[in-house]
Nanobody, 119 residues
Framework: VQLQASGGGLVQAGGSLRLSCAAS????????MAWYRQAPGKQRELVAT???????NYADSVKGRFTVSRDNAKNTVYLQMNSLKPEDTGVYYC??????????????WGKGTLVTVSS
C-alpha cells in the first residue's frame, strides 16, 4: 500500500492550492484519512481529518480557510487551502488508516508535498 501526495508548490499570501493524496495497492478498506504538516524547525502537526462517513475536524489555525474532502471510489483525500498565509508553509503529509485483505487496520504515511507561501 502506498500514499502519493501531490499539489504542493509556491504561492503568494492570499492564494490557494489544492492537495491530493491517492492510496494505491492491495486495499480492503480505508477508515480515517488526514493531513498533517511540518514547518521548518517545528514538530509535525495535525491539520485536518475526515472519517469514512465524511465527518471532518480541523486545527484551529486553518478553520474557515481549509477544506478536507475525499473520494472513496478513488481512494483519494483532498485538501483545499484558501487564503494562504506564510505560516502555512511546510511539508504536508497525508495519513490514512488502511486495511489490506485479511489484515487489520494500520496507519500509512505519504512522502509529503512542499507548500511555500510567500509574503
Amino acid at each position: 500500500v502506498q500514499l502519493q501526495a501531490s499539489g504542493g508548490g509556491l504561492v503568494q499570501a492570499g492564494g490557494s492550492l489544492r492537495l491530493s493524496c491517492a492510496a494505491s495497492g492491495s486495499i480492503a478498506s480505508i477508515n480515517d484519512m488526514a493531513w498533517y504538516r511540518q514547518a521548518p524547525g517545528k514538530q509535525r502537526e495535525l491539520v485536518a481529518t475526515i472519517t469514512s462517513e465524511l465527518g471532518t475536524n480541523y486545527a484551529d489555525s486553518v478553520k474557515g480557510r481549509f477544506t478536507v474532502s475525499r473520494d472513496n471510489a478513488k481512494n483519494t483525500v483532498y485538501l483545499q487551502m484558501n487564503s494562504l498565509k506564510p505560516e502555512d508553509t511546510g511539508v504536508y503529509y497525508c495519513n490514512a488508516a488502511i486495511s489490506r485483505p485479511g489484515w487489520s487496520f494500520r496507519f500509512y504515511w505519504g512522502k509529503g508535498t512542499l507548500v511555500t507561501v510567500s509574503s
